[in-house]
């Protein structure tokens, strides 16, 4: 499921989500070209170095548009910036899961929160 380049830390793993029960749970008209869109969090185990990560994710097709932006957490969960870069980048959406590769520079593992939104 993910990749690691040599020398990071232990892979991460999804700790916790808020992913919707139902595709349909939330659901509003958006209009335009955008038929829907869908908004969840993950929570990860510690990590550090670069990995390629999958989210899981019965909404998301293969024509799907998928942002997924990342922050360090506290014990709580609660976001924040610190002194780490943390970077996502080369983002593919699949059948029902998004795979994205994630860049967390700094020399011990770290807690993270990456945020996601669905376009179909």
């Not at 080369?90 to 929160?113: C, D, E, H, Q, Y």
């Amino acid at each position: 499921m993910a990749a690691a380049e040599p020398s990071a830390s232990e892979v991460p793993q999804i700790a916790d989500s808020s992913q919707p029960d139902s595709p349909d749970e939330g659901l509003a008209d958006i209009g335009g070209n955008v038929g829907a869109v869908w908004r969840a969090w993950w929570t990860w185990t510690p990590g550090n170095g670069t990995f390629n990560l999958q989210i899981p994710w019965n909404v998301i097709g293969i024509d799907s548009t998928v942002v997924i932006t990342a922050s360090e957490i506290d014990s709580n969960g609660n976001r924040f910036v610190g002194a780490a870069p943390f970077q996502v980048s080369s983002i593919a959406p699949g059948n029902g899961v998004a795979t994205f590769k994630i860049s967390i520079g700094w020399n011990s593992p770290l807690p993270m929160r990456t945020d996601v939104l669905v376009f179909n």
